[in-house]
């Protein structure tokens, strides 16, 4: 019998609470990317970037779909009940999720540089307003510099509610992570293992990084760790269709549903599961030991 649908992606993120393969130190790239934040976006104090009103490429064209699919064979993927996870249809109905290739626009806001941190995250807790995270005493996912985890959706919400914003749509959190020109990732097109904390330890970490690791390769929006590191709930419900009919200018999921869409990827991942294109359902009371969130704010 195959894996439902919710069982095999409870296992894309529920992979982040076994210990990485390996731990190795951190090397340079001989191919490095030449990072650049594309013009629009300006930095808000020290803790948003500011995203411009306007137009950028969401989703995947088909051919880009069979490039996921090369993706996801060229890592060192276990079969599930004899089939292999590339060919497996609950992976195969998230890539199609992804269709179409089509040009939206979104209002102007902000959004987090940063991941939330432990210690963000618990002021809200000593305020009286947040659950405490059910990773807060892990001895390295529990730092305060770290992105706190293994929180539901409605706690991200009630966080961000807290802290004057919001969870973004996944549209904003895409546009951010690709730019008005639709990267692939957000450094750029190749699959690049250490521009993130990513699982496979090539990176230098085994659990969670600081919330302001991997500074060095912002997103084009100037936002950090956008992939890899924790992966992040947005605000919208999922829907495998909701791409199509979608409006033009400022897209939202649907209006109900029991499961919500997590957007990036994680140091419980391979880098795969990292492009900007990525989405994927999970279910908004459940937790994941590599599963956070970030906030947007609306511009008045």
């Known amino acids: 019998m195959s894996l439902s649908r919710g069982a095999l992606l409870l296992l894309l993120l529920a992979c982040g609470s076994t210990q990485r393969d390996t731990q190795s130190e951190t090397n340079p790239l001989p191919d490095r990317p030449n990072f650049e934040i594309e013009p629009g976006p300006e930095l808000v104090a020290s803790d948003r970037v500011r995203i411009t009103d306007g137009e950028f490429v969401r989703g995947s064209r088909p051919a880009e779909f069979e490039r996921a699919r090369d993706l996801c064979r060229e890592m060192d993927r276990a079969a599930l009940d004899g089939e292999e996870l590339c060919e497996h249809p609950g992976f195969l109905m998230m890539l ?23 210690a963000r995250y618990e002021e809200c807790v000593q305020a009286g307003i947040c659950l405490p995270s059910d990773a807060a005493l892990h001895p390295i996912l529990g730092r305060p510099n770290h992105p706190v985890v293994s929180v539901t959706w409605p706690q991200a919400d009630a966080f961000c509610r807290w802290a004057g914003g919001r969870l973004p749509s996944e549209a904003e959190w895409e546009r951010a992570a690709r730019g008005i020109l639709g990267r692939t990732f957000p450094w750029g097109e190749a699959a690049h293992p250490r521009l993130g904390n990513f699982r496979g330890g090539i990176d230098g970490y085994e659990y969670s990084a600081p919330v302001d690791s991997f500074s060095d390769v912002p997103s084009p929006s100037g936002a950090w760790n956008l992939a890899g590191n924790a992966a992040e709930w947005v605000a919208d419900y999922w829907s ?61």
Not at 100 to 107: D, K, N, V
Not at 275 to 287: I, K, L, Q, T, Y
């Open 240 to 300: 495998e269709d909701s791409y199509e009919g979608s409006p033009r200018h400022n897209p939202r999921g649907p209006r109900t549903g029991g499961e919500r869409i997590v957007r990036g990827g994680s140091f419980g991942q391979f880098v795969d599961l990292a492009r900007s294109a990525s989405r994927r359902p999970f279910p908004e009371g459940n937790r994941s030991p590599d599963l956070g969130f970030r906030c947007a704010y609306d511009i008045e």
């Open 96 to 118: 199609a999720s992804e269709i179409p290739h089509r040009t939206i626009s979104l209002s102007a806001y902000e959004l987090d540089r940063r991941e939330v941190s432990n």
